[in-house]
């Protein structure tokens, strides 16, 4: 047996055992405390930031409730006020009733709604939004994000910066801006929009002009 055959017998053996004697070494003096701890009963949801806030702005919209009968809750007297604070929501504007926001409006603060939102053109709502009820919003507006009890209307060109989720139906129009839209119903989307994630227990459709149209005008 040459001596070149044993050592090419040799490398090869040590290259065969190099990975059983560093698992060797790992049993003896494991590098780690333990195995990875996994939570078996973590369940993964979509809407986790809608459900996280929900869980958060729910004793607000209490609050708001029991406060209607004794402080002034109109859009008129809040919207004038200074806003509210909240340890979790940061400021926030708490408004009963129905409320229509006039076009070219800006709103830096969280804007909660017991009712409907109808929110006119190019507005921004820097804080965000949510309602009890409908919320239709105009066109050519910037949203950081929506969470509604009902249904949700986008208007054309209308931007929203995080999230958009809807306990009901939620109809984005024309060249809108979305980065995530979730719903408990359907969503409906006209093409040449933008959206990053989309997720409805009823299912996305894509809809053209007419059918739009047709949609909003009997919502």
């Not at 979305?178 to 719903?183: E, M, N, P, Q």
């Not at 359907?186 to 459709?205: D, K, P």
């Amino acid at each position: 047996m040459s001596l070149g055959y044993i050592i090419l017998f040799v490398l090869y053996a040590a290259l065969a055992l190099f990975p059983f004697i560093l698992g060797f070494l790992e049993y003896k003096k494991p590098a780690d405390p333990g195995p990875l701890y996994i939570n078996l009963d973590t369940i993964v949801s979509d809407r986790k930031e809608a459900l996280t806030f929900r869980e958060i702005i729910e004793p607000a919209v209490e609050i708001g409730l029991l406060a209607k009968d004794v402080e002034d809750l109109s859009s008129e007297t809040v919207l004038r006020q200074k806003p509210k604070f909240h340890p979790e929501l940061g400021y926030f504007r708490l408004i009963y009733g129905d409320v229509e926001i006039p076009s070219n409006t800006v709103i830096e603060d969280l804007l909660i709604v017991i009712g409907n939102l109808r929110i006119g053109d190019m507005c921004k709502m820097l804080g965000g939004v949510y309602a009890t009820g409908n919320v239709r919003v105009g066109s050519d507006c910037t949203i950081n994000f929506i969470a509604s009890d009902s249904d949700v209307f986008l208007g054309r060109n209308t931007s929203v910066e995080r999230w958009l989720d809807a306990k009901g139906i939620i109809v984005i129009s024309k060249n809108c801006r979305v980065r995530k839209a979730t719903s408990e119903h359907q969503i409906e989307v006209i093409e040449c929009c933008e959206m990053r994630e989309a997720c409805a227990n009823m299912g996305l459709e894509v809809l053209d002009s007419s059918e739009l149209v047709q949609g909003g005008s009997e919502g």
